[in-house]
C-alpha cells in the first residue's frame, strides 16, 4: 500500500472504531500504531491486558484490504475472538485440530473465496505445509502474533513452538508483522525482534499501571479463612480467579470453597477434557463463579468482568503476577489483585528449580526473577510503583492505591532475632530445616529435640517470647536477603552465608517487616455513584436471558462498563445508542431495542 494510500484509510479509522467496535476514541498507541501497520512496518507493541491489544488487528481487517492471520496460543481463546467478531458482523474462522472435517473444508472454501476477514492459527499451524498451501495464493495484510513473550528464551511462559515463528520473514517478506504482548522488559524485547527476524520495527510501550487494580499482599496465617475475609468484604457475588501451585491444592481448595457454599470450579491440566470444558464453560458464562486453578488457566482468558485475582501461593516471576492479576478488571473497572504468601512459597519455588535439569544460565535468571518477586512481598513502600520500577517505568512513590500505601507496614530492628536465628542454624550443625530451628528457638517440639540432645543448647528456649508465624516471617526474610541459604534441596536445611557475619560483628539495625494479621480496607465501588443500581441489575437480567437464548457468554453481548454507561447516559432513541461506549451498529441492530424498551419502561415505573 502506497503512503497516500495508508493516509487515506487512517483518517477513516475512528469511523470504522465508532461503526463496528462501539468506541468513540482510540487508546493508549492503537491508532499509530494501526497506521504503521497500514504503511507496511513491522511493529513491536507491550500492552497491559484490557488495554486493547486485539482492536491493533481486528480494525484493519475491517478494511477490506486483504486476510488478517492471527497466531494465538490456545484453542479456547481462539473460538472465543472467533465467536465476539461473529457479534461485531466481522467474518472470521480458525483452523485447528479441533474441529470436524467437515467444519475445516468450510472454513477452507471460506477462506478460499475471500469471504474471511480474520484467520485464527496456532503456531504449528502456520508453519504446516497444509496451510502455507491454501495461503499462498491470497494476498495477506497482517500477521498478528499475540502472547509474543512466548517466542522470547527469556519470557516467562516458554513455548517451543513460538520459537519457530522466525520462518515467517522468509516465507511472507512482504506481510507486515505485528508482535504483541503484556509483559516484556527490555530484554525479552531484543529477543523476540531478533526471534521473528524483524529489522527496525516501531516499537509501541504502553504504561504497565493498571490503576483500576489494587494489590494487597498478605502473609499466610490461614489462606481459606483470609481468602473467604476478602471475598465477602470486597468482592461478594463476584466473579473471581483464585490461583494455587499445585493440582492437588487446586481441588482442595475449590472442594472446601463448595463445601462452604461458594460456586467454585477446580482447573488444571490433569483433569479430563470434559471436566475442564465444564469449568470453562461455567467460567465463560457464570456470575459470581470462583474458578480455582494452576497457571494452566491462564492466556484463553477474555472475560472482562473478573473482579479479582487472588494467589494462595507465590508466581515465581513478576511477569507471571504481572500477567495473572491483570486478567482482573479488563473493562476498566475497580478489581483487586490480592495474594498471600510464607516460606513455604520460597522454599518450593527453589527446589524445583535447584533440582530441575535446566542449564545454569536459566537457573540463575530464574533465581533472580524470585528473588524480585520475593521483594515485592516484602517491600514496605509502595507496591504499584515496584511494579513499574520492574518494568522500567518511572511512577510516583505512592500510589494511594495499594495495601502499603493505605495502611504502610511495620518495621523493627530484628538484628538480635537474627543472631538468634543464625546462632541456632550453626549449634545445630546447619542440618536442620526452618521447623525444627524455630522449635528449638521456642523450645517446642520436645520429644525430637531431646533425642538430638539440643535442648541443652544455649540458644534452647531463647526465642520464646515470638510465636511460630513471627520466626517464620524472620527466617524467610533472612533468607530473601541472603543472610541464610538452603544448604540441602531434598532435606531443605538452612545453612550460613557469608553475609551473615555482618550480624554477628556488626550493630547498625536490620529493618525487617513485622509480622501482622492485619487486612486493608480496599476501598472500591464497581460502578460510578450515579449509576442506578436497579437498572443494571434488570439490564444484568436482560443480558443474561439473551445470553442463554443465545448460548454466549454474557460479556459478548455488552460487557459491565457498557451496561453502566447506559445507566449514565439513559439514550432515549435508537439512534442515541451509538452513544454508548461498546455499541456499534451491528450490536445496536442485534441487542439495542431489547434494552432500549427495558429503559423506558424502567423509567415510567419511577
Not at 449514565?568 to 424498551?597: A, M, Q, S, T, W
Request: hydrophobic share 40%; with cysteine.
Amino acid at each position: 500500500m502506497s503512503h497516500r494510500e495508508a493516509k487515506a484509510y487512517s483518517q477513516d479509522l475512528k469511523d470504522v472504531l465508532q461503526r463496528v467496535f462501539g468506541h468513540s476514541d482510540f487508546r493508549f498507541h492503537q491508532e499509530a500504531l494501526i497506521r504503521d501497520i497500514l504503511a507496511g512496518k513491522d511493529v513491536l507493541a507491550v500492552m497491559p491486558t484490557g488495554a486493547g491489544k486485539s482492536i491493533c488487528y481486528q480494525l484493519p481487517a475491517c478494511l477490506d484490504l486483504g486476510l488478517v492471520i492471527v497466531i494465538s496460543p490456545l484453542i479456547s481463546l481462539m473460538h472465543d475472538q472467533v465467536l465476539g467478531l461473529e457479534q461485531l458482523g466481522v467474518k472470521s474462522a480458525t483452523l485447528n485440530s479441533s474441529l470436524s472435517r467437515e467444519e475445516s473444508l468450510k472454513y477452507e472454501k471460506q477462506l478460499l473465496a475471500g469471504e474471511l476477514k480474520v484467520l485464527y492459527l496456532s503456531p504449528e499451524a502456520i508453519l504446516s505445509p497444509r496451510i502455507q498451501s491454501l495461503l499462498k495464493p491470497l494476498k495477506i495484510l497482517l500477521i498478528a502474533i499475540d502472547e509474543a513473550h512466548c517466542i522470547s528464551q527469556w519470557g516467562h511462559e516458554f513455548r517451543t513452538d513460538y520459537t519457530k515463528l522466525g520462518v515467517l520473514k522468509d516465507l511472507y517478506p512482504a506481510v507486515p508483522l505485528l508482535a504483541l504482548t503484556a509483559t516484556a522488559e527490555s530484554r525479552t524485547r531484543d529477543d523476540i525482534i531478533a526471534q521473528l527476524k524483524i529489522k527496525n520495527p516501531t516499537i509501541y510501550l504502553s504504561s504497565f499501571d493498571r490503576p483500576n487494580i489494587t494489590y494487597s499482599i498478605q502473609e499466610r496465617h490461614d489462606e481459606l479463612t483470609q481468602l473467604e475475609q476478602f471475598i465477602d468484604t470486597h468482592h461478594p457475588d463476584q466473579v473471581g480467579i483464585i490461583y494455587c501451585m499445585t493440582r492437588n491444592k487446586v481441588e482442595r481448595v475449590a472442594a472446601e470453597l463448595v463445601k462452604r457454599g461458594r460456586k467454585a470450579f477446580a482447573y488444571h491440566a490433569g483433569l479430563s477434557s470434559a471436566e475442564r470444558t465444564r469449568a470453562q464453560n461455567a467460567f465463560t458464562t457464570e456470575e459470581n463463579i470462583l474458578i480455582v486453578a494452576t497457571i494452566a488457566f491462564g492466556m484463553g482468558i477474555n472475560r472482562p468482568d473478573v473482579r479479582f485475582v487472588a494467589h494462595l501461593d507465590l508466581p515465581k516471576s513478576l511477569e507471571n503476577y504481572y500477567q495473572e492479576t491483570g486478567r482482573a478488571g479488563r473493562d476498566g473497572l475497580p478489581s483487586s489483585a490480592w495474594m498471600v504468601y510464607g516460606l513455604d512459597d520460597v522454599v518450593k519455588h527453589s527446589k524445583m528449580l535447584e533440582l530441575s535439569d535446566a542449564q545454569e544460565n536459566y537457573k540463575r535468571i530464574a533465581r533472580t526473577k524470585l528473588e524480585m518477586m520475593m521483594a515485592l512481598c516484602e517491600t514496605m513502600s509502595c507496591r504499584r510503583h515496584f511494579i513499574l520500577k520492574y518494568f522500567e517505568e518511572d511512577s510516583t512513590p505512592f500510589c494511594g492505591r495499594c495495601d502499603c500505601c493505605l495502611l504502610p507496614p511495620e518495621s523493627f530492628d530484628a538484628r538480635i532475632d537474627a543472631q538468634k536465628v543464625i546462632s541456632a542454624i550453626y549449634r545445630t550443625g546447619e542440618i536442620y530445616g526452618a521447623q525444627y530451628i524455630i522449635d528449638v528457638l521456642r523450645g517446642t517440639g520436645i520429644k525430637r529435640i531431646h533425642e538430638r540432645g539440643h535442648q541443652h543448647l544455649s540458644v534452647f528456649g531463647i526465642g520464646k517470647h515470638r510465636s511460630a508465624k513471627e520466626w517464620s516471617s524472620v527466617i524467610r526474610q533472612l533468607l530473601t536477603q541472603n543472610y541464610i541459604r538452603i544448604k540441602d534441596w531434598s532435606f531443605r536445611s538452612l545453612g550460613l552465608t557469608a553475609k551473615c557475619q555482618s550480624l554477628i560483628k556488626d550493630e547498625t539495625p536490620l529493618l525487617l517487616r513485622k509480622f501482622s494479621t492485619k487486612t486493608v480496607a480496599i476501598a472500591q465501588t464497581n460502578n460510578d455513584n450515579t449509576t442506578d443500581e436497579s437498572l443494571l441489575k434488570t439490564l444484568k437480567e436482560i443480558r443474561k436471558q439473551i445470553a442463554r437464548d443465545e448460548k454466549i457468554p454474557p460479556y459478548m453481548i455488552f460487557n459491565d462498563k457498557t451496561l453502566a454507561d447506559l445507566c449514565l447516559i439513559r439514550p432515549r432513541h435508537y439512534d442515541d445508542l451509538l452513544l454508548v461506549n461498546g455499541i456499534g451498529e451491528k450490536k445496536r441492530e442485534r441487542y439495542g431495542k431489547v434494552f432500549l424498551e427495558a429503559m423506558q419502561e424502567y423509567t415510567q415505573r419511577q
